[in-house]
């Protein structure tokens, strides 16, 4: 067979192949989006455990008792 001439024009009936594959596109925002509403799951759950224990050790605190003011 011989070799064909480099600058051989492109026929439209057979299929064009890049070299280069091609890159996808649009994982990044999702991902992004991901993390996010995770971190503020995350802080929502530590905020309301921590409201939780706060509520548990309300009735062991001592109750506040104001001193008589002595600025005479």
């Not at 070299?19 to 530590?46: N, S």
């Amino acid at each position: 067979m011989p070799p064909t001439p480099p600058n051989q024009p492109h026929d439209e009936s057979t299929p064009h192949v890049s070299a280069m594959p091609q890159q996808q596109k649009g994982g990044t925002g999702a991902t992004v989006g991901i993390i996010i509403i995770v971190v503020l799951m995350l802080f929502g759950g530590l905020y309301f455990w921590g409201a939780h224990l706060n509520g548990q050790n309300a009735p062991q605190q001592l109750p506040l008792i104001p001193a008589e003011s002595s600025s005479q």
